[in-house]
């Protein structure tokens, strides 16, 4: 399969991933791409990036800007949309794994 259409496939399930851990405690990207690698998802942060945006954009994720070291770095909570949106993702993956494991 084409990587093109595995990425589209994917972001799905990588957004619900963002969110879950978003929920659990703020993140910020380059722990993000690191946690998604273990987990088999080979994006770069020219991926990622645009993805934490859009879903802040989409009013899943709040950004705060954080002084870590002299640096500024952007974490990422879930908002109260977001978490529904999890609790529903997580339903609906919940559904298809049964179906698609037997």
């Known amino acids: 399969m084409e990587d093109k259409l595995l990425r589209k496939l994917f972001l799905g399930f990588m957004q619900i991933h963002i969110l879950y851990h978003a929920m659990e ?13 273990r987990h088999g998802y080979m994006i ?3 991926t990622l990036y645009p993805i934490l945006h859009s ?9 705060e800007e954080r002084n ?3 640096k500024i770095r952007k974490y990422y909570t879930a908002t109260e949309k977001g978490e529904e949106v999890l609790v529903e993702g997580r339903e609906k993956a ?9």
């Open 55 to 63: 879903m802040e954009k989409d009013g899943l994720l709040r950004m």
């Open 68 to 70: 870590v070291d002299g």
């Open 94 to 102: 919940y559904e298809l794994f049964k179906e698609i494991i037997d």
């Open 25 to 37: 405690e703020p993140i910020f990207g380059a722990w993000m791409l690191g946690e998604l690698r």
């Open 44 to 46: 770069s942060p020219g």
